[in-house]
């Protein structure tokens, strides 16, 4: 007799789905097996390359951000080691155990307020402008010693020679006009510059200048001319002259030099508005996927970093040479890179590598392993009086490097921010400022006055 269809079709779905219990229970099985074999899961793994020197620094909140109040952005260091920060409502000053020694509030408004960016330190003396248009100039010790009126909209750039303050005032027809305050309080002359598109202030040229502004000379033109305007240690005008491409980079030595990258080429405009020399690099040098910058000037020379080489340019006659890398990088990648102070490069490639102006490597550091044996970027922010290097990484967090290249210690407690400035003026102080909506804060850490040992 034949077998009823209806039979062999339930016989089927039976056999298929003990086939199909078995082989879970089999594959459960060995994925058990495999989960006891297989190394742990390096995505969740911390690697610390080698152990710290000393613990981490002691963290010191100075003026962060609280909504929705402005932060205590920093205005500068006095020579007594006074940190002076301003606020909306304040002025105030911090020393290096993070306590407020004294806080200048507005005379002019019940509400207060300053306004944003619109503070500075010459010496030991104080300019803070408030919203209704006062400038305060506060001794070291928090005191007025003198309010006067100069509008609003203006910002402080530069005390002059002469003793007179530069500032700089943006109305609402876009230009950029120069104000000159005497030290009496009064405004002694005004002068209109230019468009305030992609306007930059070069300080440089030593206490009587010149100073330099960079500003578009062609609005709304992507990368059109520029305008280089040229200002005197007694504050006014001294030259105008139009710059090929775009305002930056840029760099003004401390001769008074301005030097200006990267169209038709590598150009040096003497104080004088007299053109030194003009360098062609022998490869096009900038990317619109890459950047390009002027990192400072050492032994008579300008540092220059493309995208993946580094050049060092003549400040005598603009002669190019190369600088050899220790390491290799992508086209279009970014090779964070910095001059600092002693006349050292401190440049990321596969590691932190620290050489001098030759491409001698003096040490090479490896920041901690993190997940898949990725290593974060470094980019070096500030140099200490004794040597060691601080560095912060794209995770983020702080990284103290001693002059030999070891780890000194490591900041990762708390989230950083962007668009920051970093500063190392005071022994066994770090300060964070962020422009990013977190503020200032400060680590504080064992002061060292000699390098410690041999490089590994």
């Not at 009064?186 to 070069?202: M, R, V």
């Not at 967090?397 to 989230?415: D, P, Q, S």
Request: aromatic share 10%; with cysteine; hydrophobic share 40%.
């Amino acid at each position: 007799m034949a077998n009823d269809p209806k039979d062999s079709i339930l016989s089927f779905w039976l056999i298929f789905f003990a086939a199909c219990v078995s082989a879970a229970f089999w594959q459960a099985h060995e994925f058990d097996v495999a989960s006891k074999l297989q190394e742990p899961n390096r995505r969740a793994q911390f690697a610390v390359e080698g152990p710290a020197l000393e613990p981490p620094p002691t963290y010191m909140d100075i003026g962060l951000y609280n909504y929705p109040k402005q932060a205590g952005m920093v205005l500068g260091i006095t020579s007594k080691e006074l940190i002076i920060l301003q606020s909306n409502d304040v002025v105030y000053a911090v020393n290096r155990d993070g306590e407020r020694v004294w806080t200048f509030a507005d005379p002019h408004s019940k509400s207060g307020g300053f306004q944003e960016g619109s503070g500075t330190v010459h010496g030991d003396e104080i300019f803070a402008i408030c919203r209704k248009g006062y400038v305060h100039v506060l001794s070291d010790a928090g005191e007025e010693k003198l309010n006067a009126f100069v509008g609003t909209d203006v910002k402080p750039r530069v005390l002059l020679s002469n003793g007179s303050l530069l500032l700089e005032e943006m109305p609402r027809n876009r230009m950029v006009t120069l104000l000159i305050m005497k030290p009496s309080g009064a405004i002694a002359s005004k002068e209109e510059l230019g468009s305030i598109i992609d306007f930059t202030f070069y300080r440089g040229g030593g206490a009587k200048g010149p100073y330099y502004y960079v500003t578009a000379a062609q609005p709304g033109v992507v990368n059109g001319n520029a305008l280089l305007t040229a200002i005197g240690g007694d504050g006014k005008k001294l030259w105008q002259q139009k710059l090929a491409g775009s305002p930056t980079p840029s760099y003004v030595s401390g001769d008074g030099v301005f030097y200006h990258c990267c169209d038709p080429g590598f150009s040096a405009i003497g104080a004088d508005g007299k053109q030194v020399w003009q360098a062609t690099f022998p490869e096009p040098q900038m990317s619109w996927s890459c950047a390009a910058y002027i990192l400072g000037e050492w032994n008579e020379e300008i540092f220059f970093q493309g995208c993946t080489k580094l050049l060092a340019l003549s400040k005598k006659d603009g002669r190019v040479r190369t600088v050899p890398l220790p390491f290799k990088k992508a086209p279009n990648s970014v090779m964070p890179g910095r001059l600092l102070p002693d006349g050292t490069l401190a440049m990321m490639g596969d590691h932190l590598y620290r050489m001098d102006t030759n491409g001698k490597v003096l040490w090479r550091f490896a920041p901690d392993l993190r997940g898949d044996q990725f290593r974060a970027e470094l980019r070096a922010w500030a140099l200490a009086k004794n040597g060691d290097v601080f560095a912060l990484s794209n995770l983020p967090e702080v990284y103290c490097i001693t002059a030999e290249g070891k780890k000194r210690w490591v900041y990762r407690k708390g989230y950083i921010g962007g668009n920051l400035r970093v500063m190392a003026d005071i022994p066994g102080l770090l300060i964070v400022e962020s422009g990013s909506g977190v503020g200032t804060f400060a680590l504080k850490f064992p002061v060292h006055d000699e390098h410690e040992g041999a490089a590994r």
